[in-house]
């Protein structure tokens, strides 16, 4: 196994510390998960290939523990899966000179994820270019202490807002590419992981960004080896 195709897999639901606890749902040679980060504002799911951990459950409930050890090895790995008493208990993870053992925690102490039964019909569809993730992450760090970012369309304009208030304050705003099926007022979402998500799908292939005026954002990535999709929750506008 490659270090940083398990990193990789790690980071997408990871966010830079917003989600810790997860269980991975390993089959046929392929890692999945659901997950929901701890302040319950993104909902995932992440599909990898060739990530092979055996046919388990495996409950990881410290991932900032995990990214940590996996920094002292090297690229190539051997990993396996270790049982205790018919469930698994611990992995197994060596380069050929430093060996880890990361416990495996209890699939019951792994926040459930909430199921997502009805969807709302989306108002804006935008494709997720490069340029499009450069000038977010670049407008999120020109405002480090943005909270949110706000979705807004009117006649078919589509207007992006980091650090939306109804206050004066210090904000960016970009126009948009993309298609709207109607006028949708100022909608907010954290910007804080929308950032994450654009950093951890860097080279997908393909991703879009979809905004219900209900209050739901739902952003997807394809490759050629993973699927990742991301439900993000509004926040209350300032």
Known sequence: MEKNRLLKFINQY?????????????????TSLR???ADNNVIGEVAVKDLD??????????????VKMLTVLDEKLDVSVQERGGKPS????????VDLTFMLADLKTVPPVPD?????????SIDITNDFRTRFIKGKSALPDATNFGVMCKDGNIELVVNYSSLNTNRIQFTL????????PITCFSANLFKEILTANKDATSGKFEVSPAGLAVVTFTHDSYDSKYYLVKLQEA
């Open 116 to 124: 997502l039964k009805h969807m709302p019909d989306m108002v804006v």
């Open 90 to 97: 611990h992995i197994s993870i060596s380069d050929g000179a």
């Open 14 to 30: 990871y966010l830079g510390g917003a989600t810790a606890a997860v269980k991975w749902e390993a089959k046929d040679g392929g």
């Open 177 to 184: 590419d993309g298609t709207s099926t109607s006028d949708m």
């Open 35 to 37: 997950f929901v980060s």
């Open 53 to 66: 951990f055996g046919d388990n459950e495996i409950g990881v409930y410290e991932s900032t523990t995990l």
